[in-house]
């Protein structure tokens, strides 16, 4: 007896229901093709509609339990799409949960569309259970929000008032996720959604209709907005947006380089290149390509004749990898020039000069600054591969000679991994149709030192530089890169504290598309990053384990087990290559041992 009143309540119609299918259609039908829901009680109606609007074959569906997760995988996907997914959540802690995906979406210029559930306003403010002040929970970290009114209405059609302004505010809330309002940046948009009971019911007959319109409509959405999205940050496309382009034609008088940090895509490397500058190109910027690539840029920006003699930096994306490019950027008496992209405005001397896009006049080179550059570069190129069988030592028919190459190659196949060998492997294995992620860890360091030119599609949380939901960023890339049938595999190269930071990412449901991922992990058993700062030569050795290292013993393999993930164990280069290329199953995490 205790379910029927239950169950009549479910079977009977709901303005919550009616009210999230109409919001949740229009977002659809705008183009959105991803939601990512963590489950809860007051945000059961959206999930449902979520559910029906899954079985119908309109949007990709990712349930995970934990919201930071959740948050994390709508930035991978927001990432890789250039179009926003849907954030599901319910009240309480669960919204705040989502802060820090926001944070990284802001100040990355990412976006992304949540839907918290709400109490009713009579609920706020009086001890009720779940309840908090949600609404402005995100700050200015979102580019708009809104507070809605309660539904209401039950909808038997489709097109009352209450779904008109619903449809509306999705409306709105997709344009100011995608940019075209606030100066034309993307990132993070909040709705709170506050429901009455019954909490849901039965869904609206008309939503058959409106997911079979969602499916065709947003499917053309997706890819035409995609595509103008693509073609603004190229400057192509001028959004929606009361500030006039700033559009410069850059004389060739001035030495220059050209700086890409992170997000900054291949339009560093067309200036570069129509410039005849040198590149200055960051492992995570998506623009460590081309001719005029410079090889251990760190140095040479220490250098009186180079980096000394700059006059004038154009930046793309978010420099963050090294203080050489930072202290450049802070000099005065040096003209910057910073393309604006998606993410935060760079001003790191306050006089730097915001632009939207870059030519180049006509006239001729400056061949010798760039030379100067490129010679030093040739010197700083570094080459950590594993040299290649000595095929005539092998082939040998001198016994002594012949032995001599294969005991080389016995103690080749046996070195150990280094941090050094370790990305080179990775880096090496990682084709364009792939995707890369790497995590803020020790090993992007060591890669942006060291690796040389490829174009391969990277990416990095390099907004806030965190080491909050790197696998789970991983996993929203892969969903959305393979959604569709898309090809290669998604690598994710991080250290063993970011890992067990997001370990609660690898949860993954069977009802889900299976990923092609892999998560590489150099396991020191530590947080080592704190080597390179001051604090290494300054504290006690005792304190900085204690407090700074955070040293470990957790068992990676059994995580993996307990998580159903494939493992690997990788000590050597051989082993490693083995690791990356092999044709078992698609979700793997390969341990690679390091020293502290």
Excluded at 151 to 177: F, I, W
Excluded at 509 to 529: H, W, Y
Aim: hydrophobic residues 45%.
């Amino acid at each position: 007896m205790g379910t029927e009143p239950e169950s009549a309540a479910r079977a009977q119609p709901s303005p919550a229901t009616d009210a999230a299918a109409a919001l949740l259609a229009h977002l659809v039908g705008r183009g959105i093709r991803h939601v990512v829901l963590s489950p809860g009680s007051r945000s059961q109606a959206l999930a449902l509609v979520a559910a029906e609007l899954e079985r119908r074959g309109t949007i990709a569906l990712h349930v995970r339990i934990d919201e930071r997760v959740a948050g994390f995988v709508a930035l991978g996907i927001g990432r890789e799409t250039g179009m926003p997914a849907a954030v599901i959540c319910t009240s309480g802690t669960a919204t705040a949960n989502l802060l820090p995906a926001v944070l990284e979406a802001d100040h990355s210029g990412v976006p992304m569309v949540l839907l918290t559930a709400d109490r009713p306003p009579e609920l706020r403010g009086i001890g009720a259970n779940q309840t908090t002040r949600q609404h402005g929970i995100y700050g200015d970290h979102v580019r708009w929000q809104r507070d809605l009114a309660v539904p209401t209405e039950v909808d038997d059609t489709g097109s009352s008032a209450q779904a008109a302004a619903l449809c509306a505010v999705a409306d709105e809330a997709m344009d100011a996720a995608l940019g075209f309002a606030r100066d034309g940046a993307p990132g993070p948009v909040h709705l709170n959604l506050p429901y009455r009971e019954p909490l849901s019911g039965t869904l609206p007959a008309w939503l058959a209709s409106a997911a079979r319109r969602g499916s065709d409509v947003s499917s053309a959405a997706e890819r035409g907005r995609a595509a103008t999205e693509l073609r603004r940050r190229a400057g192509d496309v001028a959004p929606r947006r009361a500030r006039p382009r700033a559009e410069v034609v850059l004389d060739r008088g001035p030495r220059t380089i050209v700086i890409a940090g992170a997000g900054a895509g291949p339009g560093a490397e067309d200036l570069a290149y129509a410039g005849g500058w040198p590149l200055v190109a960051e492992i995570v910027s998506g623009a460590r390509f081309g001719r005029h690539l410079v090889h251990g840029y760190r140095d040479l920006l220490r250098e009186p004749e180079l980096g000394g003699r700059v006059q004038r930096a154009v930046v793309f994306g978010h420099p963050t990898l090294s203080r050489e490019v930072t202290a450049l950027l802070q000099r005065s008496g040096i003209e910057v020039l910073a393309v604006r992209g998606p993410g935060e405005a760079l001003n790191l001397n306050g006089a730097t000069v915001p632009i939207d896009a870059a030519t180049v006049a006509d006239g001729p080179a400056d061949r010798d600054w760039l030379g100067q550059w490129l010679r030093a570069s040739r010197a700083h190129a570094v080459d950590v591969a594993p040299r290649a069988p000595d095929a005539d030592g092998l082939s040998s028919a001198v016994p002594k000679v012949r032995l001599t190459a294969l005991s080389a190659e016995v103690e080749l196949m046996r070195t150990p991994l280094t941090r050094e060998l370790l990305v080179d492997g990775v880096w090496r294995a990682t084709w364009p149709h792939d995707r890369l992620v790497f995590g803020s860890s020790r090993l992007v360091r060591v890669a942006d030192g060291i690796l040389p030119g490829k174009k391969v599609p990277v990416h990095s949380n390099r907004g806030l530089a965190g080491i909050d939901g790197t696998i789970a960023t991983a996993i929203g890339i892969a969903a959305a890169s393979q959604a569709d049938g898309g090809a290669g595999l998604t690598r994710v190269l991080l250290g063993d504290l970011a890992l067990l930071h997001d370990i609660g990412a690898l949860l993954l449901s069977a009802a889900e598309p299976d990923l092609r991922i892999q998560i590489i992990v150099g396991n020191d058993g530590g947080g080592t990053i704190f080597d390179g700062l001051e604090v290494g030569a300054t504290a006690d050795a005792a304190a900085i384990d204690r407090v700074l290292y955070t040293p470990h013993e957790v068992a990676i393999e059994q995580l993996a087990a307990g998580y159903g993930w494939e493992y690997q164990r990788a000590t050597t280069r051989a082993e490693l290559d083995q690791a990356l290329t092999g044709t078992a199953g698609d979700r793997r995490i390969i341990e690679v041992p390091l020293p502290r």
